[in-house]
């Protein structure tokens, strides 16, 4: 259906009489536009922050810089997690600092925010950030509050633990809204914790606008121009399984020899005070057993977000090879997303990228699933993303 016809307030419509041929005009009546809805003047935000090496540090971290971009006479406040006694060097914007495993310090929390009359509470939720089984200590805090409280859900589990639905529960309980970044997050509040959907609000995982660059142009500044170029990147921990797609790389060779995978981030730090860097190891040494060490690049650093253009523009094929299913959202895998859809509009055709984010399941032999997916989305192409489980 087409879209109705926009007219300027201050036009003049013209009416036709059909059965005398006279012309009419009115004047439509004037209506004053509707401000656009203002936040609440003291907001606080509860969730890892920069410089916290994770994913979810970067999110509230550009939450509150686009916030404040937005409604700068908002004041935000920010409220993070630390995982060790220690803490970080944090900006001005952090007022109040939580000990993952302090029980104590979620009730302080909870007192400072009602005491410094907040008027809502942003948390981002995440498990393996808070203390308690299955984060329970966030209940705390959020039990104690006197403002409204919108929770964004960054992990919803279709199969959670008896704590971990304990845990989802009361936080949707104690949540005046609740967003999910996906729709299949918002089916499984409703069908697996039987949330309304009328709390439930849906906002899309939000991505940088990154310009179209030919990948040559980044690729010189890592060594591999003239090369296709895989990647993976983000903190490193056994779950991503990224071995998966090193052991499908002799198959790969054989027929792309001028393939090479870019491996990018550090070990997960919780990662590395347990087991030091115990699967970086694993997968060097998986790339010389294998015989693929010179084709397997292992960047072993915390990248900036300027870095991060470098490298997704330098990337011909990007991977998230995670074991499980349970991820429906991901920072990581958002970005190269948008640059890939720059690359196929290119061509005129950006919805053909929706349709090259593929599923590859397990398989006996990985390079039976890999080797066809990478060349039908990206090998002898440019610019696409491979989502799913290797």
Do not use: W
Not at 59 to 65: E, G, K
Not at 226 to 231: I, N, T
Request: net charge negative; proline share 6%.
């Amino acid at each position: 259906m087409s879209s109705p016809k926009t007219m300027s307030s201050v036009e003049t419509v013209a009416r036709i009489n059909l059965s005398s041929l006279t012309v009419e005009e009115e004047t439509p009546t004037l209506t004053t536009a509707q401000p656009r809805p203002a936040l609440p003047s003291r907001v606080a935000i509860v969730g890892n922050y920069f410089p916290r090496k994770c994913g979810i540090a970067t999110f509230t971290t550009d939450l509150c810089d686009a916030i404040h971009a937005e409604y700068g006479a908002t004041e935000l406040l920010a409220l993070p997690v630390n995982d060790k006694e220690e803490g970080y060097s944090y900006p001005a914007r952090v007022r109040f600092e939580l000990s993952e495993d302090k029980l104590a310090s979620y009730r302080q929390a909870a007192d400072f925010l009602n005491f410094s009359n907040i008027d809502l509470v942003c948390l981002q939720h995440e498990y393996g950030i808070f203390g308690g089984p299955a984060g329970a200590h966030i209940l705390e805090l959020l039990r104690s509050l006197q403002m409204p409280v919108v929770t964004t859900l960054h992990t919803v589990l279709r199969e959670p633990n008896i704590d971990q639905r304990t845990v989802m529960a009361e936080i949707a309980t104690l949540s005046d809204r609740l967003i999910v970044m996906s729709q299949q997050s918002a089916d499984i509040l409703e069908e697996v914790f039987h949330v309304s959907p009328d709390k439930i609000d849906l906002i899309p995982h939000g991505i940088p606008d990154l310009p179209f660059t030919d990948s040559s142009f980044f690729k010189d500044g890592f060594g591999t121009e003239g090369k296709d170029v895989l990647l993976t990147f983000g903190l490193l921990s056994p779950n991503k399984g990224i071995e998966n797609v090193i052991q499908a790389m002799p198959a790969i060779l054989s027929r792309h020899s001028n393939v090479v995978y870019m491996i990018s981030g550090v070990t997960h730090p919780h990662i590395l005070r347990r087991e030091g860097d115990k699967y970086r190891l694993y997968l060097q040494n998986l790339a010389k057993e294998l015989g693929v060490q010179d084709s397997v690049m292992f960047r072993n650093r915390f990248v900036s977000p300027r870095e991060l253009v470098e490298l997704i523009g330098g990337a011909d094929i990007y991977i998230t090879p995670y074991k499980h299913k349970g991820q429906v959202v991901s920072g990581t895998l958002g970005r190269p997303t948008r640059r890939a859809c720059s690359l196929r509009r290119s061509t005129g055709d950006c919805r053909k990228n929706d349709r090259a984010i593929g599923q590859c399941h397990r398989a006996p032999r990985h390079e039976e699933t890999c080797v066809p997916l990478f060349e039908e989305h990206g090998l002898g192409s440019r610019g696409s993303t491979i989502h799913g489980e290797l």
